[in-house]
């Protein structure tokens, strides 16, 4: 059971800019950094962004992480076609009985 | 290059066992934090286990807690997983998970592809 709360869904057309929320609690993004992971269709999640807004080598600058409180925020500036995929935020949760959580998905489509 | 290539996965009836298998390759094994992720069908990322460098911590998702055991050989680069008392809710593709350093509390930057499990009579 995802204790965080991401949209199901977003949408944009070629070249818009695209937010996915992500709200969670102070067990969890209260108190730790949020990581981002994009799973594009039929394949095996890939780390997008880590520690709130730091983005692996590789991944391109069109996207971006922000955290305030108990909430953040993934953006994808310029959308493009290969953008269309599953996102989910994380983060520990320092609660008793949690340990790494999900958000519960957000599906990205290029219109 | 970093690879992480699971094994073990398949059809298994409700109440028996399986064991996972990760194979890792690319990187210092014994310096990395190892984890399993799940995924059941048209679902969400659900995080199963995961188990310190030197295996001196370990955590657990309630829902596995009692019958998952995770476990690491790292003189043979590998991560496991043994599967008890599998209910059909397990039934889900697995993956292993390199975290980003020794201890549990980081992020997953490399995954595998995944092993299928399906726990039906």
Known sequence: ?111 | EVQLVESGGGLVQPGRSLRLSCAASGFTFDDYAMHWVRQAPGKGLEWVSGISWNSGSIGYADSVKGRFTISRDNAKNSLYLQMNSLRAEDTALYYCAKGMGGQLVHYFDYWGQGTLVTVSS
């Open chain 1, 1 to 111: 059971q995802s204790v965080l709360t991401q949209p199901p869904s977003a949408s944009g057309t070629p070249g818009q800019r695209v937010t996915i929320s992500c709200s969670g609690s102070s067990s969890n993004i209260g108190s730790n950094t949020v990581n981002w992971y994009q799973q594009l269709p039929g394949t095996a999640p890939k780390l997008l962004i880590y520690s709130n807004n730091q983005r692996p080598s590789g991944v391109p600058d069109r996207f971006s992480g922000s955290k305030s409180g108990t909430s953040a925020s993934l953006a994808i500036s310029g959308l493009q076609s290969e953008d269309e995929a599953d996102y989910y935020c994380a983060a520990w949760d320092d609660s008793l009985n949690a340990f790494y959580v999900f958000g519960t998905g957000t599906k990205v489509t290029v219109l």
